[in-house]
């Protein structure tokens, strides 16, 4: 079992559901959702007011989420689950979504 996202862990210790940290933030459900999930390399620098006035350092919060997902891409290097982009292809480590081993990024390089 992976570790929560530290926005997850934050929006659990208020007691908050999806749906209400959602609006709190100002962001749709989704948005929040794909934070959580890893999908997002950062916490959105519009979320910085909300979670600020919730008593948290968003730059904190920001760098505890870059260094989870580092961490995730370590667990699924050692045979965990992948990260799912929002193609739902399976991701590398910081290089977005690829396919039966095609790098797409690259493909689109050439």
Do not use: K
């Amino acid at each position: 079992m992976s570790e929560n996202s530290p926005i997850r862990e934050l929006r659990q210790g208020l007691g908050l559901s999806m749906r209400e940290f959602a609006q709190a933030l100002g962001c749709s459900y989704a948005a929040l959702s794909a934070c959580e999930l890893g999908h997002y390399t950062g916490i959105p620098a519009p979320w910085r007011a909300s979670i600020e006035a919730l008593g948290e350092d968003y730059e904190d919060l920001n760098e505890a989420h870059r260094a989870w997902r580092r961490r995730q891409g370590a667990n699924t290097a050692a045979g965990g689950r992948p990260e799912r982009g929002a193609s739902g292809l399976a991701t590398q480590a910081g290089r977005g979504p690829s396919c039966v081993g095609v790098d797409l990024n690259e493909a689109h390089r050439a």
